[in-house]
């Protein structure tokens, strides 16, 4: 069973940096397409940043040049680096298998059914 887990998020100013990461058991990053996703207040989770097997990183353009993906094959770790954090960051965050529409990529494949209990970015002015 796979198990993620998400971890490092704070409350920042407008401006700030905030690294993510995100650690698996039961799946491993360099045989899966993974992505980190967003739920922010009152909307629905989306997709905001993804690299492929091949190490091909596609991003929202909402976050495009301020988020960096990345991950590390031999730890097993997945991480999300955010810089100028602005106050629509504000969400929680999660990360699993990448799945849907970003950008003009289509990441194909069922729909992840277990989820972490994502890391909370909250962006103050």
């Known amino acids: 069973q796979v198990q993620l887990v998400e971890s490092g998020g704070d409350a920042v100013q407008a401006g700030g940096s905030l690294r993510l990461s995100c650690s698996a058991t039961?799946?491993?990053?360099?045989?899966?397409?993974m992505g980190w996703y967003r739920q922010a207040p009152g909307k629905q989770r989306e997709l905001v940043a993804a690299?492929?097997?091949?190490?091909?990183?596609t991003y929202a353009d909402s976050v495009m040049g301020r988020f960096t993906i990345s991950r590390d094959t031999t730890e097993n770790m997945m991480y999300l680096q955010m810089n100028n954090l602005k106050i629509g960051d504000t969400g929680v965050y999660f990360c699993?298998?990448?799945?849907?529409?970003?950008?003009?990529?289509?990441?194909?494949?069922?729909?992840?059914?277990?989820w972490g209990q994502g890391t909370q970015v909250t962006i103050v002015s």
């Open positions: 039961g799946l491993q990053f360099r045989y899966t397409q």
């Open positions: 699993n298998v990448a799945r849907g529409q970003l950008g003009r990529t289509t990441f194909k494949g069922p729909n992840p059914t277990s």
């Open positions: 690299i492929s097997v091949a190490g091909d990183i």
